[in-house]
């Protein structure tokens, strides 16, 4: 009777692991147009941590080269964008060299160095989109240039002993050479001022049951391919969130990364291993026309691994208002998952896969206890 049972138990777990694998379906995002945001001049001045920039409190002075600072919206719809400064009727004064913040797909963040001309001025940028139409946003400030002036605020705040200004002008220079030399490397691959933006190749996410040792479902699990056409560094680890009915249920717990594997390797950015690229949702560099392929193993977040005897705990107290967690908890409706890679543009939906209570009797059924009050991972 009870090696029925067994088969009977197992057969049901195949059966609803089947019905719960399949391929994320694709969203269609909305993009909009690309505009301006903000354009700013900045002045590199010594702060708590170090150099960095900060806003320029005064008007540019004629002459003299600003660092300066870019915010577009709707960059996932620009295939290329170049920035330059126009006099008031709208006439060609210089081209901008920059470079973006960063390669997420979502940051619309550019920087460069502008020299301030002798009139005043607009910026614009031009380009072309996704879909072959033109690009054309202008800035609405006209920016006065001033004939002199002290940038404010000052690069090395006042009171400073002179042996320790050097030392911190020293750093200073450091810095702005730093940033020089980006702008140098943005004006050799980019003659014109014209950069191309890349584009990451997701293929289609597939996901399937992730099983304790026992054969229990306890998380999702997830499989894809990243193709990249320029070096990128990126967070290319899904966030995984389920879609509920109910308003009040909404946000209150998310899937998150245990564990998984990329191969190739990335290169580390300001991490010690793979576990802080999946895990912590680290960024990494990822090789131009490589092709990466992820498994990435996601389970609920109110669920903790310890780090030392690999055993896991329930956090029942993540959510303070009891009722609707034991309700959520409580729900045996199949429930849909939205998946995010926010870096590369890329959305798609799970259309039914189990809900938290599945999770959560298998997690307790496995042996996990509770967390108590405050979670600890160090068991």
């Known amino acids: 009777m009870l090696i029925g049972i067994i088969c009977v138990g197992l057969l049901v777990h195949q059966v609803l692991s089947q019905a719960f694998s399949g391929e994320a379906i694709p969203i269609t995002q909305r993009i909009d147009a690309t505009e301006f945001l903000r354009f700013r001049f900045l002045t590199?001045?010594?702060?708590?941590?170090?150099?960095?920039?900060?806003?320029?409190?005064?008007?540019?002075?004629?002459?003299?080269?600003?660092?300066?600072?870019?915010?577009?919206?709707?960059?996932?719809s620009a295939s290329s964008v170049r920035f330059q400064l126009i006099d008031a009727a709208g006439r060609e004064l210089d081209t901008i060299p920059v470079w973006k913040a960063?390669?997420?797909?979502?940051?619309?963040?550019?920087?460069?160095?502008?020299?301030?001309?002798?009139?005043?001025f607009r910026v614009v940028v031009t380009g072309v989109a996704v879909n072959g139409a033109s690009i054309r946003s202008v800035f609405a400030t006209l920016f006065q240039?001033?004939?002199?002036?002290?940038?404010?605020?000052?690069?090395?705040?006042p009171g400073i002993p002179?042996?320790?200004?050097?030392?911190?002008?020293?750093?200073?220079?450091?810095?702005?050479?730093?940033?020089?030399?980006?702008?140098?490397?943005?004006?050799a691959e980019h003659?014109?001022?014209?950069?191309?933006?890349?584009?990451?190749?997701?293929?289609?996410i597939r996901y399937e049951p992730l099983l304790s040792p026992s054969g229990s479902p306890v998380g999702i699990r997830l499989r894809y391919s990243i193709r990249f056409s320029s070096q990128q560094t990126i967070r290319a680890i899904p966030h995984v969130?389920?879609?509920?009915?109910?308003?009040?249920?909404r946000g209150i717990v998310a899937m998150k990364p245990l564990t998984g594997t990329i191969a190739p390797l990335p290169q580390m950015v300001g991490v010690q291993s793979l576990q802080d690229v999946i895990q912590y949702e680290g960024a990494a560099t990822y090789?131009?026309?490589?092709?990466?392929?992820?498994?990435?193993?996601?389970?609920?977040?109110?669920?903790?691994?310890?780090?030392?005897?690999?055993?896991?705990?329930?956090?029942?107290?993540?959510?303070?208002n009891r009722e609707i967690w034991n309700a959520l908890i409580s729900s045996t409706d199949a429930v849909a998952y939205n998946v995010s890679i926010s870096d590369t543009g890329t959305a798609a939906r799970i259309p039914?896969?189990?809900?938290?209570?599945?999770?959560?009797?298998?997690?307790?059924?496995?042996?996990?206890?509770?967390?108590?009050?405050?979670?600890?991972?160090?068991?």
């Not at 001045?45 to 002075?61: S, Y």
């Not at 960063?102 to 005043?120: R, Y």
């Not at 240039?145 to 705040?157: F, L, M, Y």
Request: hydrophobic share 35%; glycine share 6%; proline share 9%.
């Open 352 to 379: 039914a896969s189990y809900p938290q209570k599945t999770f959560y009797q298998s997690f307790v059924a496995d042996g996990a206890g509770d967390c108590g009050s405050v979670p600890n991972i160090r068991f």
């Open 145 to 157: 240039p001033a004939s002199s002036g002290i940038d404010a605020p000052p690069a090395i705040p």
């Open 241 to 249: 969130f389920p879609e509920y009915a109910a308003a009040q249920w």
């Open 44 to 76: 590199l001045v010594f702060g708590r941590e170090g150099p960095m920039d900060t806003p320029l409190t005064t008007a540019p002075v004629m002459g003299r080269e600003y660092f300066v600072e870019a915010d577009l919206h709707g960059i996932e």
């Open 191 to 204: 003659p014109d001022g014209t950069l191309v933006m890349s584009r990451t190749v997701v293929s289609p």
């Open 287 to 320: 090789a131009a026309s490589t092709s990466y392929t992820f498994t990435i193993d996601m389970i609920p977040d109110f669920v903790f691994q310890g780090t030392q005897s690999k055993r896991y705990c329930v956090f029942t107290q993540k959510v303070t």
């Open 102 to 120: 960063s390669d997420s797909f979502e940051d619309g963040e550019f920087n460069g160095f502008v020299t301030v001309p002798s009139q005043p």
């Open 162 to 187: 002179a042996t320790n200004s050097n030392q911190i002008q020293n750093m200073m220079n450091a810095y702005r050479e730093q940033i020089r030399e980006q702008a140098r490397r943005a004006a």
